[in-house]
């Protein structure tokens, strides 16, 4: 496996375009913006697009997915469906964030919990992280024991839970419940800031141990 990171938008965004060395095959995971970015990107290294794969549906995470699902004529993937209100929000999501005007639109493929995905010989394991967002999913890859999790947890911090139908207990229960039973040395790939493991959250994140939060 390869992963290109491609940080997007004034939010500094981790947009992941995950690779299988075998095939080529590539996917976007949260494509939040400066989709000409991410497209000179894959065209770089000469790769496959595959699909678009979303974690959930703030503005800063999916800005991109339908200019480049129309470019490469591609399918977008995920999140889960209670996300559904946040991709007809988009328009209000951008006023409120300063982006430019976007129309609503909906992913073509709903995950949930238990679902696999199979990228050339990837495969990864959907684990449906509600708090954040209330249909928000993480990427699981086991074979290189790394995990995608857009806004769920962050190095030394975890998401916001003041957004609607933001639930801080629910947050800290997806962490708790799916991604601190991860394995230890498990690489978190999150949507803003520098990657982390496991065992770094587990033993010194301060919201999870209850110091903060």
């Known amino acids: 496996m390869e992963i290109i990171t491609v940080p997007v938008t004034a939010f500094a965004q981790n947009c992941r375009v995950v690779i299988c060395k075998q095939t080529r095959h590539a996917a976007v995971i949260d494509p939040g913006g400066d989709a000409d970015k991410i497209i000179t990107e894959l065209a770089k290294h000469q790769l496959s697009l595959q699909c678009i794969l979303l974690t959930h549906g703030h503005l800063d995470h999916v800005g991109a997915a339908k200019v480049l699902a129309e470019h490469f004529s591609v399918d977008i993937v995920g999140p889960q469906k209670d996300e559904l209100f946040w991709f007809d929000a988009l328009p209000m999501q951008a006023q409120m964030f ?4 976007i129309a609503p639109f909906h992913p073509q493929h709903w995950l949930s919990h238990g679902d696999t995905f199979t990228l050339g010989q990837l495969r990864f394991d959907i684990r449906h992280c509600p708090g954040h967002t209330p249909g928000h999913i993480v990427f699981y890859e086991a074979t290189h024991q790394l995990v995608i999790v857009g806004d769920v947890i962050f190095k030394g911090s975890v998401g916001r839970t003041d957004f609607p139908k933001g639930d801080a207990q629910q947050l800290l229960d997806s962490i708790k419940n799916q991604i601190l039973t991860l ?31």
């Open 183 to 213: 394995p230890d040395e498990t690489r978190i790939l999150s949507g803003h800031g520098p990657d982390t493991k496991v065992l770094t959250e587990r033993i010194s994140n301060p919201f999870i141990s209850g110091k903060f939060g």
């Open 98 to 101: 300063g982006f430019a005007p």
